[in-house]
């Protein structure tokens, strides 16, 4: 993922565009694409700076299944075995919650579990 625009240079396209000049004739002056000297218009508008917000997603979100990793994790000791279409189950009966199975592998692999099934061939 690039960095963002230095504030100053943020700052300098908002005061052209404040000054009468059209969000194209700064992309060109300042070398930024059309669209992206819009947004930093409208941020200026819209919040009164032009700060970066921040990048990426936020450390420690887990969505709909972080007060139900505990449960997870417990099953998933008791029952090694269990498959991700059961855990979703379980989770449905005992919480009410519906997620989709990617999202319970996802959350199992962050705490350290693994599904992987391997089958054995034979060696013919």
């Known amino acids: 993922m ?8 943020r700052r300098r396209i908002c005061g052209y565009v404040a000054a ?3 969000c194209r004739a700064a992309g060109r002056v300042f070398g930024v694409s059309a669209a992206t000297a819009v947004r930093y218009a409208a941020d200026q508008r819209a ?3 032009v700060i970066p917000r921040p990048q990426g997603r ?6 709909k299944l ?3 990793g505990g449960f997870l994790i417990e099953i998933v000791q008791a029952e090694p075995d269990i498959t991700l ?3 979703a189950g379980a989770l449905a009966d005992t919480h009410g919650v519906t997620v989709q199975l990617s999202s319970i592998h996802r959350a199992l692999e962050r705490a350290g579990f ?4 391997r089958t054995y061939r034979s060696g013919t």
Do not use: I, W
């Open 2 to 9: 690039g960095r963002p625009y230095s504030l100053d240079l």
């Open 58 to 63: 936020p450390v420690g979100r887990f969505g």
């Open 66 to 68: 972080a007060p139900h």
């Open 47 to 49: 919040r009164s700076d």
């Open 85 to 87: 279409q059961e855990l």
């Open 20 to 22: 009468g000049n059209s």
């Open 114 to 117: 693994s599904y992987k099934k």
